[in-house]
């Protein structure tokens, strides 16, 4: 029997092919650029899995090449840019899988805003907006100062404007006016306050709060993610607080099963949504649940893949991680060109808590977006008994590592 992967996070594909297994399965997975996945793939047998290069971006395509998967079972959505195909093709081969109108839903962020609002889980209208300066006038009435401007379909924190006067709202829609976007602008209220991300697992409307991650910042204007670390060590009534809160508006928002990434900020009146992910967090958020659970949390993934309620919801409880606390740091240039490579990997194992390097781009790549995910060019994980700890630690050592750019005046 075959599970098939459409696309797949950077990171944990090796977790998943060892969940598949684990299940009984063999994993397939449909990629339009296998060099995605070149760090998981070096660190795999060969045969591990079988791979099919197809355009993702292809609904026929696709279709196509699932019909050629031998005794396919299930299909596997793990990303946002892929989770509506996933669910119409899905539906299409009549396998289990969640509602394709809900997640058309989770991914607007815009459609999400209005609807917790309207029930009153969130104190935000979002307003959508022309991307010209004109629409300044729109925002300030409906919205107000401080606000943020978004894409309603973005990712990796691109398309992002924070605003907190009229001047800044005037030059963010300037800039968004020359912008293509996945969805729609439009606006919210600025949150103040810490961001966290819940990371939860659910099944047919029971949720499961599997830990809290920290989440750093740039600061302003840019929004990129630094940092992060898990589990954060909240009192345990604050837990079940957030557990109650996050259960409340995915429940809202239609999804009632599999893993959810919810990013919020903890304002001095509680959480406040910023995001609703369905799937496992990015970066190296699976990876670090995995430690501190002490379990392959994949095999929840392919649980719910199959159709059968994830044993991992029985084994785990909140507040509860038997394992290290893991924290990571992005690593990016700084300046824009093409990167050659980077100084003091050779060193890292210096550094206490067991830093490990995770490479996401390659020498001779051009680096030019550096106000968000996309100039990231490799990730430190660090282990501690607490996320303070590991966070500390991943930052001792991600300070270290430089990554050596070529700026394109210096080719002339």
Not at 296 to 307: E, H, I, M, R, S
Request: proline share 6%.
């Amino acid at each position: 029997m075959t599970i098939a992967a459409l696309e797949a996070l950077t990171f944990g594909l090796g977790r998943l092919v060892e969940a598949a297994a684990d299940a009984g399965h063999r994993l397939c997975l449909l990629t339009g650029d296998r060099d995605v996945y070149r760090h998981e793939l070096a660190h795999l047998d060969p045969g591990a899995l079988d791979i099919v290069d197809v355009d993702t971006h292809d609904a026929g395509a696709c279709a196509a090449a699932l019909s050629a998967v031998p005794d396919l079972s299930g299909l596997i959505n793990s990303t946002d840019t892929w989770s509506v195909p996933g669910a119409d093709l899905a539906a299409k081969f009549g396998l289990p899988g969640p509602d394709p109108t809900a997640v058309r839903l989770l991914r607007d962020k815009s459609r999400v805003r209005a609807l917790l609002h309207e029930r009153g889980l969130s104190a935000s209208r979002a307003v959508a907006v022309p991307a010209q300066v004109s629409s300044a006038a729109e925002i300030l009435r409906e919205v107000g100062l401080p606000a943020v401007l978004k894409d309603s379909a973005g990712t990796s924190s691109r398309n992002v404007w924070p605003v907190r006067d009229e001047r800044q709202l005037r030059t963010a829609l300037a800039e968004a006016s020359r912008r293509a976007f996945n969805g729609q602008l439009f606006a919210e209220r600025f949150f103040s306050g810490p961001v966290y991300s819940a990371e939860t697992l659910g099944w047919q409307g029971e949720t499961k709060l599997l830990g809290v991650l920290s989440r750093q910042m740039s600061p302003e204007p840019s929004v990129r993610e630094e940092a992060a670390a898990f589990p954060v060590a909240f009192p345990l009534a604050e837990l079940g607080r957030i557990e109650e809160w996050a259960g409340r508006v995915l429940s809202a928002a239609g999804h009632d099963s599999g893993f959810a990434h919810v990013e919020f900020v903890l304002t001095a009146d509680g959480p406040e949504l910023v995001e609703i992910n369905r799937r496992i967090g990015g970066a190296l958020v699976g990876e670090a649940l995995c430690r501190a659970l002490g379990t392959n949390v994949y095999d929840a993934l392919v649980d719910t893949a199959l159709g059968h309620r994830p044993a991992l919801l029985d084994a785990v409880t909140t507040g509860s991680a038997p394992g290290p606390a893991t924290a990571f740091v992005l690593v990016y240039p700084d300046r824009p060109g093409t990167l050659t490579g980077w100084t003091g990997l050779d060193g890292l194992a210096a550094f206490p808590g067991s830093p490990e390097w995770y490479p996401t781009a390659v020498p001779g790549r051009r680096v030019q977006h550096l106000n968000d995910q996309r100039g990231c060019t490799g990730i430190v994980l660090a282990e501690a008994e607490t996320a303070e700890l590991a966070l500390h630690r991943a930052l001792s050592a991600a300070g270290s590592i430089r990554p050596t750019v070529e700026a394109d005046e210096d080719r002339e």
